[in-house]
């Protein structure tokens, strides 16, 4: 059984970094590529980032493209999303998720955390 835990979420003002960390306990981690996705209230749940099995390979959505920084270390069975310059559209909660694909279509994560809530202030 997967198991996902995020932690890092908060309250901070626009411009400000957060880095959010996500814990993955279960079958073999360096099996799947890890992704991060967001929902804002009243809006459907958006891809922001994945990492490849083996970190070598990252993707991000456009709204956040040269803002966030994915990574991932497979000896410690984590994966971090680096935020900076963060704007109040950024403000959400945040998922990490499991896929044994690369992917950004939320239905081909199989394993999902609890989420973390982001809110950035003007």
């Known amino acids: 059984q997967v198991s996902l835990v995020e932690s890092g979420g908060g309250l901070v003002q626009a411009g400000s970094s957060l880095r959010l960390s996500c814990l993955y306990s279960?079958?073999?981690?360096?099996?799947?590529?890890m992704g991060w996705f967001r929902q804002a209230p009243g809006k459907e749940r958006e891809f922001v980032a994945l990492?490849?099995?083996?970190?070598?390979?990252?993707r991000y959505a456009d709204s956040v493209n040269g803002r966030f920084i994915i990574s991932r270390d497979n000896a410690r069975n984590t994966v971090d999303l680096q935020m900076n310059a963060l704007k109040p559209e950024d403000t959400a909660v945040y998922y990490c998720a499991s896929s044994p694909v690369q992917s950004e279509l939320a239905r081909t994560y199989s394993s999902w955390g609890q989420g973390t809530q982001v809110t950035v202030y003007p």
């Open positions: 279960g079958r073999a981690f360096v099996n799947y590529a």
């Open positions: 990492i490849s099995m083996t970190g070598s390979g990252t």
